[in-house]
């Protein structure tokens, strides 16, 4: 392809952005700060998801010293529900790193950026390109996939030489003058336009210069080598309720959730009844004499995450007052009504809403 088919392709792509883009409070500033919260929020998370949080978050950490300040547990629970606490864990350490590294200044310098916990390529470059305007191309799953398309990549995506090519396109196409608004852009553009799946290719601007539309293998690209291995877990949590208190536990394990809180837990290889929970050692280690008690069955939910589904069996013993109950050691006894001060994962969050 030729160089004037490049700066096409970018001015076609700033054009349409100008018409079509949204109004975001993230895209009203140059602030690093801002841009560096919102592009870690929007990373797996839809722009409608991700909104409320954005302006939750800005609001209770208005600045790198407010948040460097805060405590995890604050921190985990202005994110709970949006998933992957370990994005919220990081910009903490982050903020941390940069009061004490960099003066509380947020770095200009693109490896100083990279060298920030969390911030991998793809974030350092928008934080280069949206808050000054230094000619670095991002490359998020939007942009591989429009580039993948537009030129008819065959190498795999997820491979080293595949995401190198994509990097070389990326950089080529990318405007000098304005890769803010063309990094915008094109990571726009394949959100709302090209789409992964039935793209909008009747009325896309770039039509002209997509090599895959034209030979009519659209849907061949991107191409991928591996296919995600997924997990299936099984979790049966238990909610008690015990003269207006129940118990939960803080996750420390190096898992998912680590460091937020939850009901007791019992983990199995296989989906279980509930005659077999209570023969398993888990249940005993938990319950210890007050086996005999009597859950009821609440709810089932089928929880997804990238590469786990948990199926999860949540259960509810409500034990009279006039009961001598204690559960084995390692779980926090809480007012009922105070379970809402505690980061939770989404998973618990979902049973919350519905008891
Ligand atoms: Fe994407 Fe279709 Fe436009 Fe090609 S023509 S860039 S596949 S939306």
Redesign the pocket.
């Known amino acids: 392809m030729e160089q004037s088919n490049f700066f096409a392709i970018s001015n076609t792509l700033q054009h349409w952005y100008e018409k079509n883009k949204r109004e975001l409070p993230w895209r009203e500033t140059n602030d690093p700060y801002i841009i560096w919260i919102s592009e870690v929020i929007l990373q797996q998370t839809r722009v409608n998801q991700g909104y409320d949080y954005f302006v939750r978050f800005i609001r209770r950490f208005p600045n790198i010293k407010a948040l460097a300040e805060a405590s995890e547990e604050d921190v985990l629970k202005q994110w709970q529900g949006l998933g992957y606490y370990s994005r919220a864990r990081n910009l903490h350490a982050a903020a941390k790193q940069i009061e004490e590294c960099f003066h509380g200044e947020f770095p200009k310098k693109y490896p100083d950026i990279l060298s920030l916990k969390g911030v991998g390529e793809y974030t350092a470059a928008a934080i280069m390109s949206i808050a000054y305007r230094a000619p670095f191309a991002v490359i998020d799953g939007n942009v591989l996939r429009?580039i993948s398309?537009?030129f008819m990549i065959d190498e795999p995506v997820d491979t080293a030489r595949g995401k190198k090519t994509i990097a070389e396109i990326a950089q080529t196409i990318l405007d000098p003058q304005h890769p803010d608004i063309h990094n915008q852009a094109i990571m726009d553009f394949g959100a709302t336009?090209?789409k992964p799946k039935q793209?909008?290719?009747a009325e896309?601007p770039?039509?002209a210069?997509?090599l895959?539309?034209a030979k009519n293998a659209?849907s061949k690209?991107p191409v991928k080598n591996k296919s995600t291995k997924t997990t299936k877990r099984y979790f049966h949590y238990f909610h008690i309720v015990y003269n207006n208190h129940t118990y939960i536990r803080k996750r420390e394990a190096n898992d998912i959730w680590k460091n937020l809180y939850e009901f007791p837990l019992i983990e199995t290889p296989t989906s279980s009844t509930f005659p077999e929970l209570q023969n398993t050692e888990a249940f005993c280690r938990i319950f210890k004499e007050n086996r005999s008690i009597v859950f009821t069955h609440k709810l089932h939910i089928k929880h997804m995450l990238s590469h786990q589904i948990i199926y999860t069996d949540f259960y509810e013993a409500k034990i009279p007052a006039s009961e001598n109950f204690s559960l084995s050691n390692g779980f926090q006894k809480i007012p009922i009504d105070n379970i809402s001060d505690f980061p939770v994962s989404r998973l618990i969050h979902k049973y919350l809403e519905k008891f």
Do not use: E, T, W
Request: hydrophobic share 40%; proline share 6%.
């Open positions: 429009v398309r537009l336009l090209c793209p909008k290719c896309c770039l039509q210069h997509c895959a539309f659209v690209y």
